[in-house]
T-cell receptor, first 115, second 114 residues
Framework: SQQGEEDPQALSIQEGENATMNCSYK?????LQWYRQNSGRGLVHLIL?????REKHSGRLRVTLDTSKKSSSLLITASRAADTASYFC???????????????FGEGTQLTVNP | DGGITQSPKYLFRKEGQNVTLSCEQN?????MYWYRQDPGQGLRLIYYSQIVNDFQKGDIAEGYSVSREKKESFPLTVTSAQKNPTAFYLC?????????????FGPGTRLTVL
């Protein structure tokens, strides 16, 4: 089963508004990460939240994690046109085959911020 | 500058040909990864390497091969056995081979089969 499913698939807002993206997952995780991808480029790490944390901030970004609901949200406040990108959550869960852990990426939310 | 590079940016392949995608990092990271991304979708893990001379299959390894002879380099070969290779390929690295640390991504290689 796929971990990390984002919602909505696409979001269009006006500059200055807040953007909220959600991520749901199925199994227990060690941590959850959010990444950003500009069109045709590589991913850039935004923030990592551990399973024992409930909220984390970085600049205009606010991430929450609710392990009881197996969900996370990414809030971008006072959005700018430059925030237009795809945003992915990635869950870190134990890998039984390797006795380690690995990231599994969701399908992303495409955010468009209109000037 | 420290970072992770991929080459070429665009690659065209005829059916039946093998092609090799380059990935180099100077971040002194132990772990390296190859992902495939199809239009409008997330990333799927092809292969990963936790340390030099070691690598493991990811979720979609069929039709691909890798090597890890040097810490800095993790080339991916797309073989003729890969039936639908047209995609965007992303290489990444991290300080340790787990999901507990961020991954750093290269700019990607877009492969098109003609």
């Amino acid at each position: 089963s796929q971990q990390g499913e984002e919602d909505p698939q696409a979001l269009s807002i006006q500059e200055g508004e807040n953007a909220t993206m959600n991520c749901s997952y199925k199994t227990s995780i060690n941590n959850l990460q959010w990444y950003r991808q500009n069109s045709g480029r590589g991913l850039v790490h935004l923030i990592l939240i551990r399973s024992n944390e409930r909220e984390k901030h970085s600049g205009r970004l606010r991430v929450t994690l609710d392990t009881s609901k197996k969900s996370s949200s990414l809030l971008i406040t006072a959005s700018r046109a430059a925030d237009t990108a795809s945003y992915f959550c990635a869950t870190d869960a134990n890998d039984k085959e390797t006795s380690g852990s690995r990231l599994t990426f969701g399908e992303g939310t495409q955010l468009t911020v209109n000037p | 500058d420290g970072g992770i590079t991929q080459s070429p940016k665009y690659l065209f392949r005829k059916e039946g040909q093998n092609v090799t995608l380059s990935c180099e990092q100077n971040l002194n990271h132990d772990a390296m990864y190859w992902y495939r991304q199809d239009p409008g979708q997330g990333l799927r893990l092809i292969y990963y390497s936790q340390i030099v001379n070691d690598f493991q299959k990811g979720d979609i390894a069929e039709g691909y091969s890798v090597s890890r002879e040097k810490k800095e380099s993790f080339p991916l070969t797309v073989t003729s056995a890969q039936k639908n290779p047209t995609a965007f390929y992303l290489c990444a690295s991290s300080t340790s081979p787990s999901g507990r640390v961020p991954q750093y991504f290269g700019p990607g290689t877009r492969l098109t089969v003609l």
